[in-house]
């Protein structure tokens, strides 16, 4: 069992809030919370947003949230990852990943349809 160490996400910007948006190209917002090949990281004010960090992921579930294989923790390690995070925007997730990201202070937004990251932000 290997255990990864994160570094740190870098400190919050005071009174801006720290987005998380599922995304596979750093693009647009198109991605389930488990298949996420990356995870782009804003820290949002009324005025402006800054990208933060970038997380990447290669082990990722396929689209449908099933893992492929049995007792394969994928989600956890993304919890961790993204842990400072207050709001995780993305097209779908499950359940249970929904309730670790909570525990975790993570705030999902489920977004019915792909849009560009600017839009996201926007909101």
């Known amino acids: 069992v290997s255990s990864e160490v994160f570094a740190p996400m870098p400190e919050r910007r005071k009174g ?3 987005v998380a948006i599922a995304t596979q ?11 996420a090949r ?3 990281v804003y820290d949002v004010t009324r005025e402006e947003w800054n990208l933060v960090e970038a997380v ?8 449908s949230g099933e ?4 007792r394969d923790d994928r989600i956890t390690p993304k919890v961790d ?3 400072g995070c207050q709001i995780l925007f993305c ?5 249970p990943s929904a309730a670790k990201l909570v525990a975790a202070k993570i705030h999902p937004i489920k977004v019915a349809e792909p849009q560009s990251i600017p839009q996201v932000l926007l909101r």
């Open 81 to 83: 990852a993204l842990k």
């Open 25 to 35: 190209d750093m693009q647009d917002l198109n991605a389930h919370f488990g298949s």
């Open 38 to 40: 990356r995870f782009a």
């Open 67 to 70: 893992h492929r294989a049995e």
């Open 56 to 63: 990447a992921f290669d082990d990722v579930s396929d689209e």
């Open 16 to 18: 801006a809030l720290r």
């Open 91 to 95: 097209l779908a997730i499950g359940g």
